[in-house]
């Protein structure tokens, strides 16, 4: 078997340079290459002209011995990469039956007509191993040239992904040997970057030279992940997880998970551990905190509903705050996102209410109580808690803080129920 | 003045190539250098190594005369970009005085020790001009080397945002000539690419040869992009529009708005020229509908409320959806969907109302209702329409479809109101 070999991303499409689509693609990839202990060796996002293209494949193929290619495999005109990589290859497009089979499937599912230009994905390049699509209509491409695996995908992100889980990450693992690599996550919420490294730089220090933490900041915490490479000695997964309990010490407050888990999901898990139920009550953040919540698979188990309170009156009506509250004291106070949390726990007989009221911004400031004011509470069958933040970097990232934030509310403060 | 240059955007850090960030970013720069008319030649992340970051200099500077270099720049053992700029351009680092006095501005805003780490951050190569960085602890740090600018800034998005904004576009204004280009963006909801496709191509064949369309499919339908570069003949932004209106005539039913317009404002929009109110009863997407219309500044105008109705008690209590249909129909049903819009058009006073129930997987579906059935609703005071969608990429992508389809059945509904 081949040593393993460095991986080269490369991204297709003017629509990334000029930053109308983010890629997620590739971030994904390298997650799952890292995965099976494939390094990606550099991320290169090309534009749609077939010189721009043919000169990032004989860079990246200096570079890397393993090339995967997303993008510009569309039905549309702005799509060329296959007509690109058969030259490239010395080949031409030859009509590959299987795949015209498993279009013509995809439409009768649909129960759409089908077009030319999707008859015309079903020509590939003669000398690559098609690899299926089962999701969409540009099947994959496997190309090995000179000791180079050239793999080009459609950049629709669930047929990337449906293609690389089926075929390209198999392929890959029969195709070279891959050296053993471990990583290990820990989720913390509620303290930066600066303070976390400082308080963790005796511990880095000690590591062993073939171990690295890196340091993932994301809008309220920080994700750290200690990745041991060969050192050619065994056991390198147990070492990796000797390495842990004293860092679990320092960072202690701040860990609310250990690997791929959400905040969300983690205090989903809490609940259920625990047999409660759980609802909000969201101003400011508009209903994103429910949408956390849910977006995690089975939280149906623990999470019964929330109310949405943009408008006082709802406020009122739905989640019983007193007018003379709001009038004495504003829908952005203390005593109003008290009554909020409180109120929504009589009102859907959920057992955790965390509810909020803020400014978002850009407009609805005032001297008093400027944008980027926000109060969070959460309520329980002992208590209240209610909290004051002030953050201000755009409504976005603002509702996305406060969601953190409260989510982290209901973390502090669940282990003391039941 | 000097010719326009091409830019390269290059981002540095092992998290990229690992997958644990998604990389927003460069889409982000892209779109602000293309407002200007600065073409991105190519994006090129790569690890944090030094001698392949000093690799990805010499290609960079082969293929652009900017380099846009982001990450690498945090106080933590892990960011070394500083030392290989420094290194690369035969400087050394020194003291930055008024860099040293913005970060303990930030340290004393924010009431926290400053720490040696960021101290260290204000040192800087002595043969750059550093960038201003008001919200951040890490500078940004402008080198000319032989014609070429590179401009190294910090990851962290707002903070690489201020200093592109404040400082580096207006230099590279100063710095090059840059020929005119126009863009038009048309959005449109409700109909794949392929056929989107089919229906615009003669349109297409007829552009000039410094127009080009391009296709950028999100989930629910396309954005179209038009470009049109420079020709050297004048009046290009009304040679743009001029070849807008029959794309218009054809695309019309799955137009929902031009420029860069979400659906959610879009139909805030609609809400606001008709005095209208809306509030959102969701099951199955989780209070996302709301928190894509909260997502927009303003729309405390229009938007009042929602309810998230997980538990089918909430669907009764807070809904009133009567007990009855949901044992005779279930939950997800056009009964109980219909009823959802209807019971919050009453309890919230709202004009609009939009409601959701499905299986948005991966558990919870049956024979006759597999994971992926969802029922969308509208309710107004004249009328209620209901439409069910088969529909199953993922919990996450499901709710997202379901969100766009529920917004679209608003806009296709409003016109009639008023």
Same mark, same amino acid.
């Given at each position: 078997m081949l040593p393993p070999p460095d991986v080269e991303i490369m991204t297709i499409g003017d629509e990334l340079l000029y930053g109308q689509?983010?890629?997620t693609n590739s971030a994904w990839m390298g997650q799952e290459l890292g995965r099976i202990?494939?390094?990606?060796?550099q991320i290169s996002s090309v534009s749609d002209r077939a010189d721009e293209i043919v000169a990032a494949l004989d860079l990246a193929r200096t570079r890397a011995q393993v090339v995967l290619i997303t993008g510009g495999?569309?039905?549309?005109?702005?799509?060329l990469t296959k007509h690109v990589l058969a030259r490239y290859f010395g080949t031409e497009l030859a009509l590959h039956e299987p795949s015209l089979r498993d279009v013509e499937q995809i439409f009768a599912r649909f129960n759409r007509p089908m077009l030319e230009v999707n008859r015309q994905?079903?020509?590939?390049?003669?000398t690559c191993t098609a690899l299926r699509n089962p999701v969409g209509t540009a099947p994959g491409m496997w190309f090995e040239d000179q000791g180079t695996v050239f793999v080009s995908m459609p950049g629709v992100p669930f047929e990337m992904k449906r293609i690389m889980t089926d075929s390209v990450l198999p392929r890959l693992q029969q195709h070279f040997h891959v050296p053993p690599i471990e990583h290990a996550v820990l989720q913390t919420v509620g303290q930066g970057e600066s303070f976390l490294a400082a308080q963790i730089a005796d511990w880095e220090d000690q590591l062993p030279p073939n171990m690295k933490l890196a340091y993932l900041p994301y809008l309220g915490g920080v994700r750290l992940r200690l990745t041991a490479t060969d050192?050619?000695?065994?056991n390198l997964r147990q070492r990796l997880a000797a390495q842990l309990p004293p860092l679990r010490a320092i960072i202690g407050p701040y860990?609310?998970?250990?690997? $791929? !888990?959400s905040l969300a999901a983690a205090i989903g898990r809490l609940l259920q551990e625990r047999n409660l139920t759980i609802g909000t009550a969201e101003s400011c953040t508009g209903g994103y905190i429910a949408h956390k919540i849910t $977006? !995690?698979?089975?939280s149906s188990a623990y999470f019964l509903g929330s109310v949405v309170a943009y408008h006082n009156d709802v406020k009122v009506?739905?989640?019983?705050?007193q007018p003379d509250t709001l009038t004495q004291?504003?829908?952005?106070s203390e005593e109003t996102v008290r009554q909020m949390a409180e109120g929504l726990r009589t009102q859907l007989g959920v057992d955790v209410a965390v509810a909020t009221s803020g400014i978002a911004g850009p407009?609805?400031?005032?001297?008093?109580?400027?944008?980027g004011t926000f109060w969070i509470a959460y309520a329980d069958a002992h208590q209240t808690v209610a909290r004051i933040i002030s953050f201000d970097r755009g409504r976005q990232l603002n509702i996305e803080y406060v969601t953190t934030q409260a989510l982290n509310l209901v973390r502090q403060n669940l282990p003391a129920l039941g």
């Open positions: 689509v983010v890629d202990g494939l390094r990606v060796r495999l569309g039905p549309t005109k702005d799509d994905q079903a020509f590939l390049p003669k050192d050619g000695q065994p860990l609310y998970a250990e690997g $791929e !888990v $977006e !995690v698979a089975g009506r739905q989640l019983g705050v004291h504003g829908a952005v407009g609805g400031g005032s001297e008093a109580k400027p944008v």
